[in-house]
């Protein structure tokens, strides 16, 4: 069965930092662009970071940008969402997604784009 896996969930105080992984079981992410959403108590699941399938290009959603980094590991086949700087408002489910869209400087992918899905994981910022 063709899916990815997801790890790294926790619960941190703000101004904390996770990382979260994300690997693909039965297939490689080699020539996938990767998505991070996620999806808060009450509210549409949005986007957070993408990925091409190089690394070279990453874009991020304003309310992240400066805080997260996504980057991947080919060799690994396996690609990151790096939070630092967590924020109560952070707080939420956490999915990567693989499309074979290519990414490119100038067009940016939605969900439809994504064509596997990890399970989801629980990210919580509180003290």
């Known amino acids: 069965q063709l899916q990815l896996v997801q790890s790294g969930g926790d619960r941190v105080q703000p101004g904390g930092s996770l990382r979260l992984s994300c690997a693909p079981s039965?297939?490689?992410?080699?020539?996938?662009?990767i998505g991070w959403f996620r999806r808060a108590p009450g509210k549409e699941r949005e986007g957070v970071s993408l990925?091409?399938?190089?690394?070279?290009?990453?874009k991020y959603a304003d309310s992240v940008k400066g805080r997260f980094t996504t980057s991947r590991d080919n060799a690994k086949s396996t690609v990151y969402l790096q939070m630092n700087s967590l924020k109560p408002e952070d707080t939420a489910v956490y999915y990567c997604?693989?499309?074979?869209?290519?990414?490119?400087?100038?067009?940016?992918?939605?969900?439809?784009?994504?064509?596997?899905w990890g399970q989801g994981t629980q990210v919580t910022i509180s003290s």
């Open positions: 997604a693989a499309s074979v869209v290519r990414l490119t400087t100038t067009n940016y992918l939605t969900e439809d784009d994504f064509v596997f």
């Open positions: 039965g297939f490689t992410l080699d020539y996938y662009t």
């Open positions: 990925i091409d399938s190089t690394g070279d290009i990453t």
